[in-house]
């Protein structure tokens, strides 16, 4: 770990003042940044330590919407009755994030914000252009499996790791910011960049901006969820495949659909296909093998990572016959 300077912020306005230093990084939870900092995969010049401005770690499930605070832990986000009673994808997609002493450090903000598990970019030595940009790719020549079938380009294949963001990308969140030019809502579909030929710049956020919370409009869809996940382990392991479910279903008929997919791109990916293979017809288990096939027909997989494509198929089936299972609560 290289030397840096440190800030403690205990206001929003001191933090976003201290972040816009070219160089800063943002602390809350620490679950990633200490990692990344340790093996110098990352050296910020400024640490900015957003861990005890008051007031963000609020879980609000009052009205229309659901509003999580960007330094709830998402073991408190997971383990609410509300959420877990009357909103399963959110609470299955936190509890089956990393393991529980992580959650119970880890933030919703940073997790939204958390870097990729590609080997090569954790390394240190391999090439990676998300690391150090212009040095190449190493996971296009060498091993794959766990990189992406959707969305890659030939300056990156890694795959976002997160659980709840997948699960955030099905429902129409948004995400509330703060930084020098003030406060903004950016919906949560556009928070994550295609890797494209920059694989570096991972989200839209500006220099110095925060986010402070989360906001999820409650929907029938949301009401009847369920997010399934398949790693190498039952554990603390990250997805190979996962999916993020959830049915209207009037009379037997699917009248709306929300189908988002984790493990398999390089930001959450919302699956429109499987979304439309569902929506206005009778609810069967022969169409929600439509739903996975219609969810994978343009993965574009390479020759390691071929069982994303056969397994996201069921994973997709599974959550659907889930969410249905659960009927409306």
């Not at 791109?265 to 022969?286: H, I, M």
């Amino acid at each position: 770990m290289r030397p840096f300077t440190y800030t403690r912020a205990e206001t929003l306005e001191e933090a976003v003042h201290a972040a816009r230093r070219d160089g800063s990084r943002v602390l809350a939870g620490g679950t990633t940044l200490v990692d990344l900092m340790r093996t110098d995969v990352v050296s910020p010049d400024h640490v900015v330590d957003i861990g005890r401005i008051a007031g963000l770690d609020r879980i609000e499930h009052d009205g229309p919407v659901l509003r999580f605070g960007a330094l709830a832990k998402m073991a408190d986000v997971a383990a609410d009755p509300v959420v877990r009673d009357e909103y399963p994808v959110l609470a299955e997609s936190l509890r089956r994030a990393a393991s529980q002493q992580l959650r119970n450090m880890a933030t919703i903000g940073g997790n939204l914000l958390q870097r990729t598990r590609c080997p090569y970019f954790r390394d240190g030595v391999s090439p990676c252009n998300k690391r150090t940009p212009g040095s190449g790719c190493g996971a296009l020549t060498g091993p794959h499996r766990e990189h992406a079938v959707f969305g890659g380009s030939d300056a990156c294949i890694a795959v976002y790791p997160g659980d709840f963001g997948t699960a955030l990308a099905a429902f129409d969140a948004t995400v509330d910011l703060i930084g020098v030019e003030g406060a903004r809502a950016l919906p949560f579909a556009e928070l994550h960049t295609d890797v494209l030929d920059r694989p570096e710049v991972e989200t839209t956020l500006r220099q110095g901006e925060l986010i402070t919370g989360v906001t999820v409009p409650v929907t029938p869809v949301l009401r009847r969820s369920a997010y399934i996940k398949v790693g190498d382990r039952a554990g603390y392991s990250f997805a190979i495949a996962s999916a993020a479910v959830g049915l209207d279903i009037r009379d037997g008929v699917v009248v709306d659909a929300r189908v988002a997919l984790g493990g398999v791109a390089p930001r959450p990916w919302r699956s429109t296909a499987a979304e439309e293979a569902l929506v206005g017809k009778p609810f069967s288990t022969d169409l929600v093998k439509e739903a996975g096939v219609a969810a994978f027909a343009d993965a574009e997989p390479r020759k390691d990572n071929l069982v994303k494509v056969a397994l996201g198929k069921r994973v997709v089936e599974q959550a659907c016959l889930t969410a249905y299972s659960r009927g409306e609560l």
